[in-house]
C-alpha cells in the first residue's frame, strides 16, 4: 500500500507561485510515474502533469510553460512548482502515483490540497 499527502495548497494572487508537494510512502518511490491532477468545483477531475520514473516530465497545453514537476526520490516526494497563477487554475490538486510507466491507471491518490488564486 502507498500512501501520498499532499501539502503547500493555499490562496495567492493571481500571477502568484505556489509549490505543492507530495510525499509518498513505500521503499520504491523511484520506481513510480507520480501525476498530479486538479479538479475544480463543478468540473470534471482534470490531468496537469506527470513525472515518469526516470524524469521525464510532460504537461498538458493548460498550463504548460507555467507548471513544472520535480522529484527527489532520496526524499520520496514530487513537486508542483505552479508559476504565473490564473484564476481558473483554482481547483483541489491531487497526486497520483503509479507503480511503473507502463501501466495505465493511477493506484493511489493523495487527499488532495485546495489551490485557490484571486484575481
Known amino acids: 500500500q502507498v500512501q501520498l499527502v499532499e501539502s503547500g495548497g493555499g490562496l495567492v494572487q493571481a500571477g502568484g507561485s505556489l509549490r505543492l508537494s507530495c510525499r509518498a510512502s513505500?521503499?520504491?518511490?523511484?520506481?513510480?510515474?507520480m501525476g498530479w491532477f486538479r479538479q475544480a468545483p463543478g468540473k470534471e477531475r482534470e490531468f496537469a502533469g506527470i513525472?515518469?520514473?526516470?524524469?521525464?516530465?510532460y504537461y498538458p497545453d493548460s498550463v504548460k510553460g507555467r507548471f513544472t514537476i520535480s522529484r527527489d526520490n532520496a526524499k520520496n516526494t514530487v513537486y508542483l512548482q505552479m508559476n504565473s497563477l490564473k484564476p481558473e487554475d483554482t481547483a483541489v490538486y491531487y497526486c497520483?502515483?503509479?507503480?511503473?510507466?507502463?501501466?495505465?491507471?493511477?493506484?493511489?491518490w493523495g487527499q488532495g490540497t485546495q489551490v485557490t488564486v484571486s484575481s
Open positions: 513505500g521503499r520504491t518511490f523511484s520506481s513510480y510515474a
Open positions: 497520483a502515483a503509479k507503480l511503473n510507466d507502463y501501466v495505465l491507471e493511477y493506484a493511489y
Open positions: 513525472s515518469r520514473s526516470g524524469g521525464s516530465t
